[in-house]
């Protein structure tokens, strides 16, 4: 038995979950979000508790199970807490700020670079070089953040880039000076 799929989703006061069929759909303060997942897992709502059972013992339904109770869990956690990704932009004149909805982010191009905002995503900008990325999708909120992070991903030498706060970004030494020819 996957040891994932077996732990029950407890519901929160707050949250509210319909399941129909293989349809799972939760509202909770910070938003909605539904998902229709595989028929080889059977989904449950006893007692404010989820439980998510696999059909049979074929290779497919337990390697989905795990998955399955992963999935609906980020859910409710979504609707309840939500999802962050902090960016951090280093670099001589790199910085970002907010123009209406829209991002705008000047990073060592000749031009700005502007990412238009996305439903269910919250863009913050805290100073001048740190994004927020928030909203109750961890799948939108991380997607988001990988594509703007891809718009300039660190560079190995001065660690000039967009990258994850929390992100180690490995150096490499630079060119060898001069009388090192042999």
Request: with cysteine; hydrophobic share 35%; net charge positive.
């Amino acid at each position: 038995m996957s040891r994932i799929g077996r732990l029950p989703v407890s519901v929160p006061d707050g949250v509210n979950v319909k399941i129909s069929g293989s349809c799972v759909d939760v509202v909770g303060p910070k938003g909605s979000l539904n998902n229709i997942f595989s028929k080889d897992v059977s989904i449950s709502l006893e007692d404010k508790v989820i439980i998510i059972k696999r059909k049979d013992d074929s290779k497919r339904s337990k390697s989905l199970h795990g998955l399955t109770r992963a999935l609906v869990n980020n859910m409710v956690l979504g609707v309840t807490v939500g999802f962050e990704k902090r960016l951090e932009i280093n670099g001589v004149g790199y910085r970002a700020q907010m123009q209406g909805k829209n991002l705008v982010m000047n990073l060592g191009y000749s031009h700005p670079v502007v990412i238009n905002s996305v439903d269910g995503i919250d863009i913050k900008v805290e100073g001048q070089n740190v994004v927020v990325i928030s909203g109750a999708d961890k799948q939108k909120v991380g997607q988001f953040a990988a594509d703007i992070r891809g718009k300039r991903p660190p560079e190995p030498y001065k660690g000039k880039g967009v990258k994850y706060v929390n992100e180690h970004i490995i150096r490499k030494a630079g060119k060898a000076g001069k009388g090192s020819k042999g």
